[in-house]
Each structure stands twice: as C-alpha cells, then as structure tokens.
C-alpha cells in the first residue's frame, strides 16, 4: 500500500514538473531559471550551450567558484551534475547553499557543471527540427546517454583543460551514465568518480503499480505514455517500463519489437554491457526505492566491475524522492560524498 501511495506521489511530481509547476513552486524564487537562482544565492553563475552530433542544442549552467572559498587554485577540479527524468539542472540548485551538494561542492574548492538534457526546459532547441515535429521528440534516455553526455563532457573538459572529472548523477542521471560509458568505453578515462544517486539500470524488481500489471500487449505503453504532456519524451518513460517488465532482467537497449530486426539485426534489443564501464563507481541507494530496488542495485553492483562503495542511505524510509528533497539530505547523502569525493582527491 505505501508503495502505491509512493507511485502516485511520483507521478503527481512528474506530472505537476512537466507543466513546469514543482520545481519552480516549491520555492520562493518561482520566476527564476537556474543562473539567476544561483545568482539569487549568491554564487557566480555562467550558462554554456553545446551542440550535440545528431543537432540538438542543450544549455550547460556553471559555478565557476565559491565567493566563500579561499582557494586561489584557477584550474578547480570538476564536477558535472546530472538531472533525472523530468528533472533540470534547477534541482541541483533549488534548495539553496544549506542543502544543496552543489553549493557546498563549490565551496570545498570544485568547478560546478550543471547538465540539460535534450526535450527539458533548458535544451528544447536543435539546429533544424523544431519541437513540435515528432522527430525532435523521438529520443529516450539512450539519446541523452550516447549522444548529450559525450558533447556536454567535451565541452567541459575542453573549456576547462581537464583529463577527466567527477560524475554525480541521480536516476536518469545514472542510466544516461552507464549508457554512455558501456557504448563509449573510451569515456571511462574521462571519469574520475561517478557518484550513482539512485542508480537505475537493471529494474525487474521495481515495485511499481505498472510493474503489477499483466500486460499481455507491450504495443499498449507507447499509447498509453503519449498521453504525457511535452518535457520528457513518452519514449524515456516506455525505455523504463520495458526495463521493469521484461522477463530477462537484463539492462537493454529500446524495444522496437518487431522492427528490432532492421534496427539491430537481431530479434531482441541488445544488451547494455556493464563490464566496459570500468570508470570507479559509488552507488548510493534507498532501502524504500520502488525504482532503483536494492535488490537491482545489489546486482548492479555485482555486475560493475569498478564499484569502490555500495553505500546504503542510513535511514529506513528512504526513496526515490528523498534524494532530492529530504530535510536530512546532508547527513545522510551530502556529507558522505564530499567524504568520498575527498577521499578520490588523494589518489591522483
Ligand atoms: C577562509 O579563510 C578564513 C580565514 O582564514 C577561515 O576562517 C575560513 O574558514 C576559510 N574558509 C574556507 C572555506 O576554507
Ligand atoms: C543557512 O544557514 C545559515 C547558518 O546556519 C543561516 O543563517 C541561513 O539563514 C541559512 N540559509 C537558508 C537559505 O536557509
Ligand atoms: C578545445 O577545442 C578547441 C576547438 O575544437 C581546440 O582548438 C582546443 O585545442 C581545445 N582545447 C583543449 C584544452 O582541449
Ligand atoms: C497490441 O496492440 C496493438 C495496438 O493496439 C495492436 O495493433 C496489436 O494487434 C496488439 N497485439 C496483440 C498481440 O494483441
Ligand atoms: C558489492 O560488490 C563488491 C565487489 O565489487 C563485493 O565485494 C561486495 O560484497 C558487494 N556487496 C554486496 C552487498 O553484495
């Protein structure tokens, strides 16, 4: 039953974010985008645009410095923050520098990236289609992780003149990671640290209402996401479903079904292969996560072959949506991973 009610919780918040309602709401600051909110919180803000290989045009925003550091270092480390579905970089930012990792990441000394990926709020452009032809919506989060991830970490690494940087993403955040890093093994070097907030790749146990269903007909979720308003495309949702009803719990690539033969040239959808993502991986998880399942999580972490912490949020309630919103977020997510983003430091 509290599972059902955390279901509905959730889609109520993706529903109320996608017509633009909850992360602007929830704050005082409702008419603010993510540069000005930094602004508003009084940190430097600049905001980047970067243009992926298939043309889509998505806005980067950055810290560049904390006025409460000391540092005089100009070349900071990196971190690059990614959103989860229906998310924007305004989650990392929102609740200001008492609770938002980002803030406090700035002031230890980081460079903050903060990433959009293509159909938000902040990346709805792209270099021919427009937003109301159905091609520029025809992505999921297999899109964003071979194709936005690569540019956007480019593009920073370039302007920065870095090697490599440390990766926090929550949910989506982490999927789109382990995409990019399992089809572009060349971008496990461009990782110091990931840290996975949430991490969802396998998600046969998730305990979702949907999940319950018996559908006899998988044709019928594409139907049934269209009904979900522009901001997400419906194929990132329908990505997800057919990762938590198919009967191989493997993490796999889009079901086309009966076209994945002139897609793939195989009946099935092709495995994502977690063994190439040798990029050093924390997994942070809630015990009370319909969508990232301990139990997922644990296979997930049997499966990486670089995890350096399986970290289980200490407190029993925790879900999906505390990782963003929980009063307790510094001592429960926040502190432990400057720890270990301190702990990384001294090994290079
Ligand atoms: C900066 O320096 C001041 C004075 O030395 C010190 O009180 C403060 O804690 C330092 N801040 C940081 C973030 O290191
Ligand atoms: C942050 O914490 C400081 C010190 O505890 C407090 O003075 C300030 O009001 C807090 N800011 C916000 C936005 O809650
Ligand atoms: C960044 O990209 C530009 C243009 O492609 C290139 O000329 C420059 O050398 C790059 N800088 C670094 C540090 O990689
Ligand atoms: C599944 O649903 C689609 C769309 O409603 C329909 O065209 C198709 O025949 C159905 N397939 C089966 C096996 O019922
Ligand atoms: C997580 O994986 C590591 C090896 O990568 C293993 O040593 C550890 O026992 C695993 N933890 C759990 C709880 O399965």
């Excluded at 427009?130 to 302007?159: A, C, Q």
């Excluded at 993490?251 to 959808?269: C, H, V």
């Excluded at 309630?317 to 001294?346: C, E, G, S, W």
Aim: proline share 6%; hydrophobic share 40%.
């Amino acid at each position: 039953m509290q599972i059902v009610w955390q279901c509905l919780c959730l889609v109520v918040v993706w529903i109320l974010r996608l017509s633009g309602f909850v992360s602007e709401a929830a704050i005082p600051h409702r008419y603010l985008n993510t540069h000005q909110l930094i602004v508003k919180y009084g940190y430097p803000a600049e905001t980047h645009t970067v243009t992926t290989e298939d043309g889509y045009i998505l806005t980067m925003h950055r810290i560049p410095y904390s006025p409460k550091s000391n540092s005089t270092d100009t070349k900071r480390p990196v971190v690059f923050l990614q959103h989860g579905l229906t998310g924007s970089s305004a989650d990392w930012v929102i609740l200001g520098p008492n609770k938002s990792v980002c803030y406090m990441l700035a002031d230890k000394g980081y460079d903050i990236w903060l990433g959009n990926s293509r159909g938000n709020k902040y990346s709805k452009k792209h270099t021919t289609l427009s937003t109301k032809s159905s091609k520029f919506w025809d992505f999921s989060w297999h899109e964003m992780g071979i194709y936005d991830l690569p540019s956007m970490i480019d593009y920073v690494l370039n302007r920065t003149s870095h090697h490599n940087l440390h990766y926090i993403g929550i949910s989506m955040g982490t999927t789109m990671f382990f995409v990019c890093t399992s089809m572009k093994p060349e971008y496990n070097r461009k990782i110091h640290l990931m840290i996975a907030l949430a991490p969802t790749a396998f998600m046969a146990n998730s305990k979702t209402p949907l999940h319950k269903l018996n559908l006899m007909n998988k044709s019928l979720l594409p139907v049934m996401f269209s009904l979900i308003p522009a901001g997400a495309s419906w194929k990132s949702f329908v990505h997800y479903f057919q990762e938590m009803i198919t009967d191989s719990g493997k993490f796999l690539q889009y079901d086309y079904e009966n076209l994945n033969m002139a897609k793939y040239r195989q009946p099935t959808p092709p495995e994502y292969n977690l063994q190439a993502v040798t990029a050093p991986v924390a997994l942070f998880y809630g015990s009370n996560d319909p969508f990232a399942d301990p139990t997922d999580v644990l296979k997930l972490n049997n499966t990486l072959p670089n995890v350096v912490e399986l970290y289980r949020v200490p407190w029993d309630q925790f879900n999906h949506i505390d990782f963003i919103v929980a009063n307790d977020v510094n001592p429960l997510i926040n502190d432990h991973i400057i720890y270990l983003m301190k702990r990384f430091k001294t090994l290079t």
